[in-house]
């Protein structure tokens, strides 16, 4: 359902001159600024492949690469080489609450945030009591996103995202929402959606639950994949080379 070949990313880092005033300057300075390459590429040749009903695993340090990878495949972001292929419906659940409106109320956001996730009015209407009941936010319908913790606007954002079990599920560590047990109820939907058949890429920090719920494991370094396999033994290898650090 998913193949990415030779993909790559590259940002540039570099502090240009964007005032009219820097422009000015620039023009007559004697000294001239030495030009640096400032390209940063947060993914190099990534390839692989992803079956339907698998659920795929990426782990790696802080900078590796992972949410990147999750925005390509999103289409959230065009790679700057390579190609990826895409076949089916994507839910991606990569920032939470994105889509709300922090000055309107729980209940418009609802409708708001469905609206972007391409749900109809009518969809909603039927849905609305479900998504409530499982954020566990009913007597905060009324209250404006811009009052709720961060953990609360994760609760309805997950909520929102997940009444429909989609194709493919994008996933970036938003099984640490809400409170504990909130993030038990977060699993056990997951594990609901991958037992339906539905497709994942998931992200996660915690390596006990990439153990638990993936069928393969990607193991990501400066954009660079290290390892791919058996979860185990690819977490076991991630986790003693972190060790050595």
């Given at each position: ?15 240009e001159a964007?005032?009219?005033?820097e422009?000015?300057?620039?023009l ?7 030009k ?17 009903g ?41 920032e939470?609450?994105?889509g ?30 479900e ?15 811009k ?99």
């Open positions: 359902m998913i193949n990415l070949k030779n993909v790559s990313m590259k940002f540039n880092l570099g502090i964007t005032s009219f005033k422009t000015f300057i620039s007559f300075s004697k000294k001239k600024k030495k640096t390459n400032n390209d940063f590429w947060a993914l190099q040749d990534v390839s692989f492949g992803v079956k339907k698998e659920v795929i695993g990426l782990i790696g340090s802080n900078g590796a690469g992972k949410s990147t990878l999750l925005k390509v495949v999103s289409g959230v972001m065009k790679p700057t080489k390579g190609k990826v292929t895409v076949k089916g419906v994507i839910s991606p659940m990569i939470l609450g994105a709300f409106d922090a000055e309107l109320t729980a209940r418009e956001n609802i409708y708001l945030n469905g609206a972007i996730l391409g749900y109809s009015k009518k969809f909603i209407d039927q849905k609305f009591d998504i409530v009941e499982f954020s566990e936010l009913k007597d905060f319908l009324e209250v404006p996103i009052n709720f913790s961060s953990g609360m606007t994760a609760k309805l954002a997950f909520s929102i995202a997940t009444i429909v079990n989609p194709e493919i599920l994008i996933v970036d560590e938003i099984l640490s929402v809400g409170d504990i047990k909130f993030q038990e109820k977060s699993k056990n939907k997951m594990l609901e959606m991958i037992n339906g058949g539905t497709t994942v890429l998931y992200v996660s920090h915690t390596l006990a639950s990439i153990r638990e719920l993936c069928t393969k494991v990607i193991w990501l370094e400066h954009g660079v994949v290290q390892m791919v396999g058996d979860p185990k033994k690819v977490c076991d290898a991630y986790y003693k080379k972190q060790m050595e650090k």
